[in-house]
Each structure stands twice: as structure tokens, then as C-alpha cells.
């Protein structure tokens, strides 16, 4: 087993910070890219920003300039600074990984964790 467990949503106003954390967990060989993706009511689950083992990273332009992720790969834990938030990032954030575990598969699996809510409102 794999699990994914994030951290750090809540209320903020506009213009407010908060610090998504990501944990995985479990059978873990290795961990390929891990990533941030959101969905809010009624719309797509969509990539926010992704980071790969070898600390390349994408990000997607509605969060450019204002969200930085990070990862810390001895703790197997991806973070996710948000910064300048605005009403539009309000959405349930979940964590993404792509694992290398310990049962001899050599392929890669992809875990989600459960969500964490970000609500950005005045």
C-alpha cells in the first residue's frame, strides 16, 4: 500500500499565503514526478504545478509567478507555497505521485491523496 496524505488547506483572504504539504507513505521504491492538481465546483481537476526526481518543474500560467513547489526527497514530501492567492485558486488541492514501489514492479504507479480544501474569500 500507498498513501498520499496532504496538509495545510484552509481560509485565507486575498493576497494570503498558505503552505500545502504532501506525504507519501508505504511501499515506496522510489517516487517518479510528484505534483499538485485542484478542482473547483463545477469545473476539471487540472494540473497546478509538477516537480520530477530530478527537480524539474512545471507550473501552470494561472499560478505562475505565484506558486512555487518544492520537494524533499528523504522525506518522500512535495510541498506547495502559494503566495498572492486569489479568489479563483479556491479549489480542493490534491497530491499526485508517480511510485516505484517494493514489489518488484518496474513500472511506475500512480497515487492521488483524499484533498486538502484551499478557500480563498474576504
Known amino acids: 500500500q500507498v498513501q498520499l496524505v496532504e496538509s495545510g488547506g484552509g481560509l485565507v483572504q486575498p493576497g494570503g499565503s498558505l503552505r500545502l504539504s504532501c506525504a507519501a507513505s508505504g511501499s515506496i521504491f522510489s517516487i517518479n514526478a510528484m505534483g499538485w492538481y485542484r478542482q473547483a465546483p463545477g469545473k476539471q481537476r487540472e494540473l497546478v504545478a509538477q516537480?520530477?526526481?530530478?527537480?524539474?518543474?512545471n507550473y501552470a500560467d494561472s499560478v505562475k509567478g505565484r506558486f512555487t513547489i518544492s520537494r524533499d526527497n528523504a522525506k518522500n514530501t512535495v510541498y506547495l507555497q502559494m503566495n498572492s492567492l486569489k479568489p479563483e485558486d479556491t479549489a480542493v488541492y490534491y497530491c499526485?505521485?508517480?511510485?516505484?514501489?517494493?514489489?518488484?514492479?518496474?513500472?511506475?504507479?500512480?497515487?492521488w491523496g483524499r484533498g486538502t480544501q484551499v478557500t480563498v474569500s474576504s
Open positions: 516537480i520530477t526526481n530530478g527537480g524539474r518543474i
Open positions: 499526485n505521485a508517480d511510485v516505484i514501489t517494493t514489489w518488484g514492479i518496474t513500472s511506475p504507479l500512480n497515487y
